[in-house]
C-alpha cells in the first residue's frame, strides 16, 4: 500500500496561550496528580462558561458519559435511547451499565438524532435518552426535553464535539439532565486527555464524584463506600485546559469562518456542506460534507490523501458494528450520511492559504 505524507492533517490542537505556563507552575508546586488549585478552577470556569451551576472534571470523555449513567442509576434491565450515527462512546458507556443500548435514526436536515424515532424506540424499560451533538450542530432539544418528560425519562447531552454550541441561546450541556464532555487532544479545547460531567442538580455532580474517586467516604479516610473508579483528572491536565478556556472564542470563530469558506468555495460543486439551521450556533468540531455515494466519496478522499491532505470519513452508524449488530435494523439516513461523509481540514491553526489549497484539490477532482 502506498504511503502518502501529510502535508495538512485533518486536525490538530492549537497551543498558543498559557499552557506552557500553567503546567510549568504545576511542575513548580509538585501538585501534578489529582489535587491542585487548577482542578478547581477549570471546573468553575468551565461551569460559568456554558452558565450550569455544576462541573467535575474526569480523565477522559467516555468515563464522563459512564459516570454520568452511574450518577442516573441506569443498570441491568434498563434502556437507553442512543443516536445510531455517532462515534462509539456512548453506547458503550451504556453497555457498561449492563443496560441496553436502542438506536435511533438521524435527522436528514441536521444529522442529528430524530426526535420521531427517539418516539418509536420509547418503552416501559426506558430509562434515558443520550443526544449527541454530533460535529457541533446541537439537537433539537425542544422536542427530545418534551418527549423526557412526557415518559418521565433522563436527557444525557454528549457534548463531546460541540463545546461552544448553542441551542435558542442556551449553551449545549445546559439544558438535559446531566451532559458530559471530551477534551481529547481534537477537541475545540483540549486537555490531552480529559472530560467533564456538569449538571444543575447538586445531588447528580455529587454521586458522579463519588464514584469518580473509587467511591470514597467524604468523612472518613480509606473507607469506601460503593465500588468506585479512578477517573479523576489530573492538575497539569486541568492547567491546560484553563488555558484552553481563555482561547475558546477565538477557536470557535475560526471554526465557522473555516466553515464559511469551505460552504461559499464548494457551493458550485456536487458536495453538501453541513449546515447550520435556524436557532442555533453550529461550531463545525470537524467541517464534513457529504458526496453523490460511497465510491465518490472514496475516490475523493484517495485524490485528496495523494495530495498531503488528510480526511476522515463520517461516523459508522453503531448498530453495525459486530458488537452490537446480532439484531438486524435498519435507519436509513444515518447509513446515508455515513457513507458519503468526509470530514474535511477544520482546525483553528489552519492557514488560509492550507484551506485553498484544499478547496483547490476538491475543485480539480471534479473537473
Request: with cysteine; aromatic share 10%; hydrophobic share 40%.
Amino acid at each position: 500500500m502506498e504511503v502518502f505524507a501529510i502535508k495538512i492533517p485533518v486536525y490538530q490542537p492549537s497551543l498558543k496561550g498559557k499552557e506552557k505556563e500553567f503546567v510549568l507552575d504545576c511542575l513548580d508546586s509538585a501538585w501534578i496528580s489529582s489535587k491542585g488549585n487548577y482542578i478547581e478552577r477549570f471546573e468553575r470556569s468551565f461551569a460559568e462558561r456554558i452558565n450550569v451551576t455544576h462541573a467535575t472534571a474526569v480523565c477522559n470523555g467516555t468515563v464522563a458519559l459512564h459516570l454520568a449513567m452511574l450518577a442516573l442509576g441506569i443498570g441491568q434491565g434498563d434502556e437507553v435511547i442512543v443516536p445510531t450515527l455517532t462515534y462509539v462512546a456512548p453506547v458503550n458507556a451504556v453497555s457498561y451499565t449492563g443496560a441496553t443500548p436502542v438506536f435511533c435514526d438521524s435527522l436528514r436536515t441536521t444529522w442529528q438524532i430524530s426526535p420521531n424515532d427517539v418516539k418509536r424506540k420509547i418503552t416501559s424499560k426506558t430509562k434515558a435518552i443520550v443526544v449527541v451533538h454530533l460535529y457541533g450542530h446541537p439537537c433539537d432539544m425542544d422536542s427530545i426535553m418534551a418527549l423526557a418528560n412526557e415518559n418521565n425519562l433522563f436527557v444525557i447531552e454528549d457534548c463531546a464535539e460541540a463545546f461552544g454550541s448553542m441551542y435558542k441561546g442556551r449553551s449545549v450541556g445546559a439544558i438535559g439532565h446531566v451532559a458530559t464532555f471530551s477534551f481529547y487532544g481534537n477537541k475545540t479545547i483540549t486537555t490531552g486527555e480529559g472530560g467533564m460531567v456538569v449538571s444543575g442538580d447538586q445531588t447528580l455532580i455529587d454521586r458522579a464524584k463519588h464514584y469518580k474517586g473509587q467511591g470514597l467516604a467524604l468523612h472518613r479516610q480509606y473507607w469506601h463506600e460503593v465500588v468506585g473508579y479512578n477517573y479523576r483528572m489530573t492538575n497539569i491536565c486541568a492547567a491546560i485546559g484553563l488555558a484552553q478556556l481563555d482561547q475558546a472564542d477565538s477557536f470557535i470563530r475560526r471554526k465557522r469562518e473555516i466553515a464559511e469558506f469551505y460552504r461559499e468555495t464548494l457551493k458550485h460543486l456536487p458536495v453538501e456542506v453541513h449546515s447550520e439551521s435556524e436557532a442555533v450556533l453550529h461550531t463545525y468540531w470537524m467541517v464534513t460534507v457529504l458526496t453523490g455515494d460511497e465510491h465518490s466519496r472514496d475516490s475523493l478522499r484517495q485524490h485528496l490523501q495523494e495530495s498531503g491532505i488528510e480526511t476522515r470519513p463520517v461516523f459508522y452508524p453503531v448498530h453495525t458494528m459486530p458488537m452490537y449488530s446480532a439484531r438486524f435494523q435498519s435507519n436509513p439516513v444515518a447509513e446515508d450520511i455515513s457513507r458519503r461523509g468526509i470530514n474535511l481540514p477544520s482546525w483553528p491553526g489552519l492557514r488560509d492559504v492550507d484551506l485553498s489549497e484544499v478547496a483547490r484539490c476538491i475543485s480539480t477532482f471534479y473537473e
